[in-house]
C-alpha cells in the first residue's frame, strides 16, 4: 500500500509539473508578444554574428519594469577562447549607447551562454566586447530580449 501511494504522488507531481506543451508538440506555452498581458519578447539575432556585423539591436521597448537579455553561442565552434562572452548595451534613444549593468550590480552584463537581468531601458543591443577580433563567419548567436511592463 505504501508504495502505490509513493506512484500516486509522483504521479500527480509529474502531472502538475509538466507543462501542456510537453504532452502536446502542437501548442507552445511561449511567452507572447503582448505587452499588456505578458510583456514583450523580441528575437535580436539568430544567426553568425563577427565583429564587423551590425549589432543586432531591439526595437522600442518603452518604458519595461524588467528586462532580461538571453544570450547564447558556442565558443568552440570556430576556435574562439572559452572565456569569450557577449556583452549588452542599453540606450534610451536609440543612437547614444552605454554598457547595460546588471540589475542591482555595478557591472556590465555579459554571457556566453544563459541570461542576465539588466536595468530597464528602452533599447538593447547584444554584441562582442569592443577591442573583440571576430571574425567573418563568427559564431552562430542567439539573442533574444524578454520585457516586462
Not at 46 to 55: G, M, N, P, Q, Y
Not at 117 to 124: D, E, G, I, K
Request: charged residues 15%; aromatic residues 8%.
Amino acid at each position: 500500500m505504501r508504495s502505490f501511494a509513493g506512484i500516486s504522488t509522483v504521479m500527480l507531481i509529474f502531472a502538475v509539473l509538466t507543462p501542456l506543451s510537453a504532452v502536446d508538440s502542437d501548442k507552445c506555452d511561449c511567452p507572447k508578444d503582448d505587452p499588456a498581458t505578458h510583456g514583450r519578447v523580441e528575437t535580436l539575432i539568430d544567426k553568425e554574428l563577427s565583429s564587423t556585423d551590425r549589432i543586432p539591436t531591439s526595437s522600442n521597448l518603452g518604458f519595461p519594469k524588467t528586462v532580461t537579455v538571453c544570450m547564447f553561442f558556442d565558443p568552440t565552434n570556430k576556435g574562439y577562447p572559452q572565456n569569450m562572452k557577449l556583452v549588452v548595451e542599453g540606450s534610451v534613444d536609440g543612437r547614444a549607447w552605454f554598457p547595460a549593468a546588471i540589475s542591482g550590480r555595478d557591472m556590465q552584463a555579459s554571457s556566453a551562454s544563459g541570461c542576465v537581468q539588466v536595468a530597464p531601458t528602452s533599447y538593447v543591443r547584444v554584441g562582442w566586447p569592443p577591442g573583440a577580433n571576430v571574425l567573418s563567419p563568427g559564431p552562430h548567436v542567439i539573442a533574444q530580449v524578454e520585457v516586462s511592463y
